[in-house]
């Protein structure tokens, strides 16, 4: 005898890129679920606009996987199993109805953003501090001042970093920092103190 199938959730993206069909198409392959893509856009500020989303796109998904776009009504995410942000906060969403009057687990992608954002953060600091933006700025004008019209040029190495807030961000920017010769201060309890090691 066989088992009985499972449930296949129905999975709702409502996400502000294009859908990325290759992607969904594997996870259709490995396991037992349906995608419904609605690509929703920014309008002029920072709001996000959903264009109209269909009763039955709430009504049929299980889970939602979005920015910050819920449900209007808790009676609309009666199947909702689970609610997963892109985002790392979820401050923004305690004021909805889905999360006032529902037991809906919502889950974020808190800690994702560290590499990136450090490894953007160490590359600015490394322009800033060996002049990129001047040198860039020369070459496109077929242009090579003199040194002393470039000013000091400093390595890290030595230099003391102050990282503010200890999340995944600071402490990834902290072991970038460290790589590149950096002498780092923390302020993971608000001391800034020098990190021993």
């Not at 296949?8 to 992607?23: A, N, R, S, V």
């Not at 997963?84 to 109805?97: C, I, K, Q, W």
């Amino acid at each position: 005898m066989g088992e009985a199938p499972t449930q296949k959730e129905h999975i709702l993206c409502l996400l502000p890129f294009p859908e990325d069909t290759k992607l969904l198409d594997r996870i259709r392959e490995r396991h037992n679920v349906e995608f419904t893509y609605k690509h929703i856009t920014f309008a002029k500020g920072k709001e996000l606009v959903m264009k109209e989303v269909p009763d039955e796109y709430w009504r049929d998904a299980t889970i939602l996987v979005t920015l910050s776009s819920l449900p209007p009504t808790a009676e609309k995410a009666a199947n909702l199993k689970l609610i997963h942000l892109f985002s790392a906060g979820t401050d923004r969403l305690s004021d909805t109805p889905v999360w006032k009057e529902t037991d809906i687990p919502i889950t974020n992608s808190s800690g994702v953003h560290g590499p990136q954002i450090s490894e953007w953060v160490i590359m600015q600091i490394l322009s800033h501090a060996h002049k990129e933006k001047l040198m860039v700025e020369w070459q496109k004008n077929h242009f090579w001042g003199p040194h002393t019209e470039m000013g000091s040029v400093r390595d890290c190495v030595g230099q003391r970093l102050g990282v503010l807030g200890y999340g995944a961000i600071g402490r990834q920017g902290e072991s970038f920092g460290e790589d590149t010769g950096l002498s780092m201060v923390d302020d993971e309890f608000g001391s800034m103190k020098p990190n021993p090691g």
